[in-house]
């Protein structure tokens, strides 16, 4: 199913309507050839592209964290005096910017909690590939995904 969407235009008093876009939820979400991964959530839904297939568990575990790890981040990186603890009027004076600048206040000062999370994810993702090369650490790993699923399945019971 696709859907065509129409603009108004109106020339000599004569109004008609000029097709301006096309959109097939077929088309969008179609993919390319490869492996891929997508993590669904309350609200969100991302897809991963190419994923190597030896790590699409550990890739899963990180995607289906990170935002989690993106409000810890974000909560976390709230600004702060370095100076603890401050004077009466320093403590007026942070509030005040932190109500002139409302949720700004995180933006001016710092990246976004997700684009950290998403970094740390990525970095994360880099020296664990790397360390699965070792036989030691890829049993380790294949342990550590038994009791994170018997955990998963804990969980839900």
């Not at 993590?39 to 289906?64: E, F, K, Q, W």
Request: one cysteine or more; proline letters at 4%; glycine letters at 2%.
């Amino acid at each position: 199913m696709s859907d065509l969407y129409k603009r108004e235009v109106s020339k000599n008093d004569k109004v008609r309507y000029v097709p301006v876009a096309h959109y097939s939820e077929e088309s969008m979400s179609s993919y390319p050839y490869g492996t891929h991964l997508v993590v669904c959530r309350a609200g969100s839904t991302r897809r991963i592209y190419n994923v190597d297939v030896d790590y699409a568990p550990l890739i899963a575990a990180m995607h289906h964290c990170i935002d989690d790890m993106a409000t810890a981040v974000y909560e976390a990186s709230q600004a702060k005096s370095k100076k603890t603890p401050v004077t009466p009027e320093q403590k007026e004076a942070w509030e005040n910017l932190k109500k002139a600048y409302g949720d700004e206040l995180f933006s001016i000062m710092y990246p976004s909690a997700h684009d950290v999370a998403k970094a740390g994810i990525e970095a994360l993702y880099d020296v664990i590939k790397n360390r699965m090369e070792v036989p030691a650490v890829k049993a380790a790993y294949e342990n550590f995904m038994l009791i994170f699923n018997l955990m998963a399945d804990y969980e839900r019971s």
